[in-house]
C-alpha cells in the first residue's frame, strides 16, 4: 500500500518516483489539490511546449469508456519525453479506468488524478493504494506550521520577512484552502513591497480587517435570524478558505458579547446605548444586524446557544473532515431559532 505522508509527499513532489507513474491527488483542501496537480504535472512536462504532451480527461467521460485512458498512456508524444495525463474525477466512478490502465505498460507517460475527499475505502482510493505502480496523496487543511511555512516562503520569495508578532497575528487568519492562503500573503506582500519587513500594522490593514469583517457579517446575520444570508455569507467564506474554527470562534465571542449586552438591557440600558458600550465598538454598518439580535435573543437563550456552540467548537477540533459541516449546521440553527425566537 502506497499513501504518502507528511514529508514523504514534499519528496515525492520534488522527485516523482518512475516505478509509480499513476498518482491519485484528492482531499478537503481543494486549493492543495490544485497545487499537487499543478506541480506533478510540471515535473513531468519538464519545461516542454509541445501541445500535446498535456491531455486532460474527464473522469465522468472514462467511466462509460474506460480503454480510452489506456490508449492516451500508450500514445507517444510527437516531439519524444513525456506525456502527461490529468484525470478529473468527477461523480462517477472511474476506478475501473485507473484500475485498467494499471493492468498495461505506461510507456513514457504520467496519470496523474485530480479528486474531491475521498473517503477511507472509496473506490479511486483503494486502486491506487494498493498498486505497486500508484501512489495516493491525500491534502488536507495546512497545520499551523505548514502555514508558516508557506508564509515564510512567500514573503523570501518576494524579498521580505515577517516580524515575529505580524507572523503570530497572521497565521491564524489563513488556512482551510492552500490557493486562498497563498494569495492572502501576495496580497500582503504586494502591499509591504519594498519596505523589507511586515510588521502587524501591514497583517492589519491587509489580512486581518477583511477575516474580521467576513466573520462578522456571518455571525451578524445568524443572531438576527437571516438564515439566506448566513448559507450565502458562509458560502463564500469557505470559497475563500475561512477556516470552520475560526468561524466557530467568532460565533462564541459574539454570544458572549450580547450576552452582557443583553444583560445590561434587563438591567434597564437602552439597547442603543448597550449597543454602545460594546467591546471592541461595533461598525454602524452592523449596528442594525445587532441591534436586532439583542431584540430576538433573551439571557437565558443567550446562555444556552453559547453553550451549544461551545459543544460545536469541541467537535469541530475533534471531527476535521466534518468541521465544515458542523460549523454550518451551528450557524444555521442559531438563524432559525432567532426568527422563532425559541
Known amino acids: 500500500m502506497v499513501a504518502l505522508k507528511g514529508g514523504e ?77 490529468v484525470v478529473r474525477a468527477g461523480s462517477r466512478n472511474c476506478a475501473p479506468a485507473i484500475e485498467m490502465l494499471l493492468a498495461n505498460p505506461l510507456a513514457e507517460s504520467r496519470v496523474v488524478v485530480e479528486a474531491g475527499d475521498l473517503k477511507r475505502g472509496a473506490p479511486l482510493r483503494n486502486v491506487c493504494e494498493r498498486a505497486a505502480a500508484a501512489v495516493a496523496i491525500p491534502c488536507y487543511a495546512d497545520s499551523e506550521r505548514d502555514l508558516a511555512r508557506l508564509v515564510d516562503d512567500e514573503l523570501r520569495a518576494a524579498g521580505l520577512t515577517i516580524a515575529p508578532d505580524a507572523r503570530s497575528l497572521l497565521v491564524p487568519l489563513l488556512g482551510g484552502d492552500r490557493q486562498a492562503s497563498r494569495n492572502e500573503v501576495k496580497k500582503l506582500a504586494l502591499y509591504a513591497a519594498g519596505q523589507g519587513r511586515v510588521e502587524v500594522d501591514d497583517v492589519l490593514a491587509v489580512v486581518a480587517d477583511a477575516s474580521v469583517a467576513a466573520l462578522d457579517g456571518i455571525v451578524d446575520s ?31 465571542r459574539h454570544a458572549a458579547t450580547l450576552h452582557k449586552a443583553r444583560a445590561a438591557v434587563d438591567a434597564g440600558t437602552s439597547i442603543a446605548a448597550a449597543v454602545d458600550a460594546m467591546q471592541p465598538p461595533v461598525h454602524f454598518r ?34 476535521p473532515g466534518l468541521a465544515e459541516a458542523i460549523a454550518h449546521r451551528a450557524l444555521l440553527s442559531i438563524a432559525v431559532a432567532a426568527r422563532r425566537r425559541e
Open 222 to 252: 445568524a443572531f438576527a435570524g437571516r438564515t439566506v444570508e448566513v448559507e450565502a455569507r458562509l458560502s463564500r467564506a469557505g470559497e475563500t478558505g475561512a477556516a470552520p474554527g475560526s468561524v466557530m470562534s467568532a460565533a462564541l
Open 9 to 85: 509527499i514534499d519528496s515525492f513532489l520534488a522527485r516523482p518516483d518512475p516505478r509509480r507513474p499513476v498518482a491519485l491527488v484528492y482531499g478537503p483542501d481543494r486549493g492543495l489539490v490544485r497545487e499537487r496537480v499543478d506541480a506533478l504535472v510540471r515535473g513531468a512536462l519538464g519545461g516542454s511546449d509541445d501541445p500535446f504532451a498535456l491531455v486532460r480527461l474527464d473522469g465522468d467521460e472514462l467511466a462509460g469508456d474506460p480503454a480510452r485512458l489506456v490508449d492516451e498512456a500508450q500514445t507517444v508524444p510527437l516531439f519524444g519525453g513525456s506525456r502527461v495525463i
Open 286 to 319: 452592523r449596528r442594525p444586524l445587532v441591534e436586532a439580535a439583542l431584540k430576538a435573543w433573551s439571557g437565558p437563550r443567550l446562555d444556552r446557544i453559547y453553550r451549544q456552540l461551545a459543544e460545536a467548537a469541541l467537535e469541530v477540533r475533534r471531527q
